[in-house]
């Protein structure tokens, strides 16, 4: 039911943020976004009777494969692709096109989870890990190559699957705290925290003494990882990134200075989700909507038009239906009988919670804008599928937990 709603909510959403009052266009109309996404809804319908169908074992036995057809045609898509928005991430059939990286994604689960849930596997054993960093690897190497960076951050949130099986909290610390020094990086001069890393690695050179040799390795080999991490801000972002992702980051960090220029999608999603106030503007009443303020507004900036639209009742609504979707999901992955089964289980989890939270993040600011959907909410239908796919896996492996045998 929960998915019924965000699915529907999101179809109505879409249409209103292509509606054209000068015209007059319905919900159904084929021409415009909404009517296509509606099609899209139909093979939803096909994609779940298929799922419900199959054997449960089948995901499991046939994961890798899956897996392997999946790599294969991200292999394909620099040769054949065609290329939409930037990116050279899809392939085309005719007039329509699919976008095989929203495939990878439940095809990655489902290798993490079949490896996981192998016979004699451990999350401590450090080739085990080599393993699965080498399963969400490859897809993410191959959708850099598409040059879709939105899509290649996703892979990260897997990292807490691994946690949640059992993988030491070091390297998912390690990594926000990189992250948050890079983001400050960018705030505040490079010598400052070069600076403050060397003074407090002295510091505690000093306070623990000769005896602590153990912990001063360790913060040693930490004062030289941040300093790394600083080093290589200015690199990353002039060297690494394209002026348009560079842009991205400018934005995130001052949109008002140049509110015209690269703050403009920023600048103009938070004036429509601001403009909403408390209840909302009204079904179709959205000015910033109606005369295309926001640009990718029925896609990437869909959740403009629920804040527009709908004001914060509305806002906290769709935002308490995708929080009442993770806490679903993770209640079904937590009661299954098979670490191949929970593994998958959260694996969906953390993808949606990273689309989710990115996505209406970088909607009022918080995060750079990099181009990932509202799970049932954006137009395309690579995305729903991929999303529709994912849960009812899920669900499909929930309804016979009772015929699993628990094992590790």
């Given amino acids: 039911m929960l998915y019924l709603a965000l ?29 296509r996404q509606l099609l899209f809804m139909a093979a939803c319908i096909v994609i779940i009777m298929g799922i419900i169908i199959v054997d449960m074992r089948f995901y499991e036995v046939f994961a890798y494969l899956i897996y392997g057809l999946v790599i294969a045609l991200l292999v394909m898509v620099p040769i054949i692709g065609k290329e939409v928005g930037g990116n050279k ?30 016979v004699g596997f451990r999350m401590d054993n450090f080739k ?11 897809p993410m190497l191959l959708i850099l190559a598409q040059k879709d960076i939105g899509t290649l951050l996703v892979f990260t949130c897997f990292i807490l699957v691994f946690f949640r099986e059992g993988m030491s909290p070091f390297l998912l610390v390690v990594g926000i705290c990189a992250a948050a020094i890079f983001i400050l990086t960018l705030l505040i001069p490079n010598q400052l925290y070069l600076h403050g890393a060397i003074v407090i690695a002295l510091i505690m050179l000093i306070a623990f003494g000769k005896k602590k040799i153990k912990r001063i390795a360790i913060l040693t ?15 990353v972002i002039t060297d690494v990134l394209k002026p348009h992702q560079q842009n991205r980051i400018k934005a995130l960090i001052n949109p008002d200075a140049d509110p ?14 601001g403009s909403g106030r408390f209840y909302g503007k009204g079904f179709l009443k959205g000015t910033q909507t109606k005369f295309d303020f926001v640009p990718e507004q029925s896609t990437d900036f869909i959740f403009c038009t629920i804040g527009e639209e709908y004001g914060w009742l509305g806002s906290f609504a769709t935002i308490s239906l995708f929080v009442a979707l993770l806490l679903r999901v993770i209640f079904i992955a937590e009661r299954q009988k ?13 993808i949606f919670f990273f689309h989710f939270a ?14 990932i959907p509202l799970p049932f909410f954006s137009y ?29």
């Fill in 7 to 35: 699915v529907t909510l999101g179809w109505i959403n879409i249409f209103a943020a292509v509606y054209d009052e000068t015209i007059k266009q319905t919900i159904w109309d084929l021409s415009i976004n909404s009517g």
């Fill in 89 to 118: 991430s899809w392939i085309g059939i005719g007039s329509f096109g699919v976008q095989p990286s929203e495939f990878a994604k439940f095809a990655t689960a489902l290798a993490v989870a079949k490896y996981m849930g192998s």
């Fill in 128 to 138: 085990m890990q080599l393993v699965l960093f080498g399963l969400i690897g490859v």
């Fill in 221 to 235: 080999v930490g004062a030289v990882i941040i300093m790394g991490v600083i080093e290589s801000v200015d690199y």
């Fill in 260 to 273: 015209l220029g690269y703050g403009w999608n920023v600048t103009q999603s938070k004036i429509a989700i």
């Fill in 338 to 350: 098979s670490r191949f089964a929970r593994s998958y289980g959260y694996s969906v989890a953390s």
């Fill in 358 to 371: 990115i996505n209406i993040g970088m909607t009022i600011g918080l995060f750079p804008v990099i181009g």
């Fill in 380 to 408: 395309g239908g690579s995305a729903l599928w991929g999303f529709t796919i994912l849960l009812f896996i899920l669900l499909k492996l929930d309804a016979h937990r009772g015929e699993v045998l628990q094992r590790g």
